[in-house]
């Protein structure tokens, strides 16, 4: 468990959950628990005790049951006093816990078969309980997401990133919106390596020279993407669900809270379009999977088609030599040519006339020609 006092021009970190209770909110800027899923599970009577000191209300037992709940689809729910918000990242939510140290991974996880890009598109939710001065967060047990940021977050409140212009965020509501955009931004990375591996299979799908033999992955694939297309939707529709909540607050009474919640909706907005590019690229990669597809059917029924259509004319062409020879071939006494010394050159000087002449008339006709690839 990770608790972050945060305000607007420092950031310090501790530890220990007595500790804030009994030290309560700061009197400014507000308080950032980051916990895993099974410490939450273990420790939810000391969190739900220290919220009930902090902010004078607990979590009802339908939100943690959902912040638990690691199947659990994006979504957005809300109380009088406090906002759920379960977004799924790009995490294998399965890695055991250390049952004798809740939040630390044991030191094995299972792994996923197929190619390596598709085992990254794999899911766990993120659940955040947005309070007026408190934010809780629920992460899988091996959270890079929640690290990487809380990095993040200590070395924006150092001087020389102050003296840069980085700014600290302004409440509860802004970090939530900060971490779920940094989420989205695993999908915006991933979506470069899924195009460079289905740009390499529509490579082999549509080279006549190469024999494709990874159906099994690119069926694995469409799959993914099919999935990775509904979980981008529950996303969209969770991040909607927020912005329009957002709408129904009371409205702001001094400037800066003005702009605090101006800036609140633009990073909402911001969060859901770089959710909606996410969409309309899978989307895209989806229809160039199925399209690369039917192009390498149709490619091969082409390529088969020129083959019959040269079996068909070399046919034509020796079908009448066959017939030449199949007569000179009978058990006849009396056949013309056939007792005669140039008899044999005449036959082969008029099948090799008739071959030639058909093979003339065919490429004409481009029965022989080369199809260009």
Known sequence: ?????????????????????????????????????????????????????????????????????????????????????????????TTPTNLENPGQPMSYAPTRGGPPILRRIDTSPVGFAVFDRVLLTVHPTDCAVRDAYASKLLQAASAESHAAGARLPANPADLMLRIVNQMVDGYLALRRELTHQLDHWQAELLNPKTRFNNWSSLLDARLALHHLDEICEDQRSSIQDWIEAIKTWPDAQTPTERRERDLLQVRSRDVLEHIERVVHHVRRLEQSAETAVQMHFSAQSHRTNDIMRTLTALTAIFLPLNLIAGIFGMNFEFIPLLHQHSGFWWAMGAMALIASSLVLVFWRKRYLARTER
């Open 1 to 93: 468990m990770r608790i972050f006092h945060i305000q607007s021009s420092s950031v310090s970190e501790s530890q220990e959950l007595a500790e804030l209770s009994h030290q309560g909110l700061p009197e400014q800027g507000f308080v950032w628990i980051a916990c895993a899923r099974r410490e939450f599970e273990v420790n939810q009577v000391h969190i739900q005790a220290t919220l009930q000191q902090l902010c004078g209300m607990q979590l009802v037992d339908l939100h943690i049951s959902d912040l638990l709940n690691n199947q659990l689809p994006s979504h957005y729910d809300y109380t009088s006093q406090y906002d759920v918000l379960v977004f799924r990242r790009l995490a294998a939510g």
